[in-house]
């Protein structure tokens, strides 16, 4: 009786109410309804990808369409595992049958399957979008070597950690009975926070410098023709920022309240915060294109164009040529229409 009474108290966290109940009937809507406008964000983003007269980069297309395929597989896996772990642990709640749920804490082959899809498609999802917001800042920055190679190197770096805590948890979580399994899973779940902390101040960074450099090269053409081209530009820019930022900040949610709140995942945050980074990875990029094609941040390109045939006639050489690559880019960024360009050689 000494061992079942102990061992009800070591279950009592996972076999609460709040865990057993609140937890899955919380998580599963705020699962379905980021999916949801993930879907909706989704549709219109492939409209302007295939639908406009713009040339887009394929990088941008298939990337988009990457991070929605499995961002469907995260979402129906999560499912899968949530719905598996709140069976158990009402089974276990109700008829006091505590031989599943020991099972499955301490070493299930399906729990190390579901968690090891779900882990790896989420590191794949900000793999992917690493790769397409890089790809903005470096053509953004005159196809500068120096601005790609030591992003690039950060997002490997970063985006390996994460690669490297999801294989050890994989074996930690294999079979937990084993000696040192316990603290492996401890020690990697530390350093995971610490990875995900520096991929949110990475995102940080990424956004703001993309933002910076649109702002810094466009700045004459503000100055000369006034504040509604400042007000076209700073949409842009505020759109690249914000999204760097949404994702950035549901990480470094999850981070502080999980480690602050549940470190030992007992179930006393209600909803499972992770399914929000998961989804937020790449419904953030996407967003950017979005917002873009239908927020009308730039009307047209050829107003574009002509700001800075103007701005360029006041500014260096060297300015003239950083201008024209943000012109070029802006033209293959999805939902920014150029409908004649005839208009622009007359000025």
Not at 132 to 149: A, E, G, P, Q, T
Not at 188 to 199: K, L
């Amino acid at each position: 009786m000494a061992s079942t009474s102990e061992l009800e108290e070591a279950l009592a966290p996972l076999l609460s109410a709040k865990s057993v109940l609140t937890k899955p009937i919380s998580s599963l809507p705020v699962l379905f309804f980021l999916y949801g406008v993930y879907c909706f964000t989704f549709g219109l983003a492939i409209h302007v990808l295939f639908h406009q007269s713009n040339p887009v980069h394929k990088l941008q297309q298939r990337g988009t369409i990457a991070l929605f395929t499995l961002a469907t597989i995260y979402t129906a896996i999560y499912t899968c595992e949530i719905f598996q772990e709140a069976s158990l642990q009402f089974h276990a709640a109700a008829t006091k049958d505590y031989t599943s749920i020991l099972q499955y804490l301490t070493g299930d082959d399906v729990k190390t399957a579901l968690f090891g899809i779900t882990s790896i498609t989420s590191t794949l999802m900000n793999s992917i979008a690493d790769t397409m917001l890089i790809h903005r800042c470096y053509l953004i920055f005159n196809s500068d070597k120096f601005v790609l190679f030591p992003l690039a190197f950060t997002a490997c770096i970063l985006n390996g950690i994460d690669l490297g805590c999801i294989i050890a948890s994989i074996i930690g979580y294999g079979s937990t009975s084993k000696p040192g399994n316990s603290n492996l899973i401890a020690k990697v779940q530390d350093i995971d926070y610490g990875g995900m902390i520096a991929i949110a101040i990475f995102q940080i960074i990424l956004s703001l410098l993309t933002g910076w450099c649109i702002w810094w090269i466009t700045r004459q053409a503000r100055q000369f023709m006034g504040q509604s081209v400042c007000t076209r530009y700073n949409d842009i820019v505020g759109i690249i920022i914000e999204s760097g930022l949404l994702y950035a900040g549901s990480l470094l949610t999850a981070v502080v309240v999980e480690f602050t709140i549940d470190p030992q995942s007992t179930g006393k945050v209600p909803v499972e915060l992770t399914v929000v980074t998961g989804l937020m990875s790449g419904l953030a990029p996407t967003m950017v294109i979005t917002r873009v094609a239908y927020g009308k941040a730039v009307e047209s390109v050829q107003q574009t164009i002509s700001t800075f045939h103007i701005a360029n006639s006041q500014a260096s050489q060297q300015t003239s040529t950083r201008q024209e690559t943000v012109d070029i880019h802006l033209q293959m960024q999805p939902g920014i229409a150029v409908n004649d360009l005839q208009g622009v050689e007359e000025i």
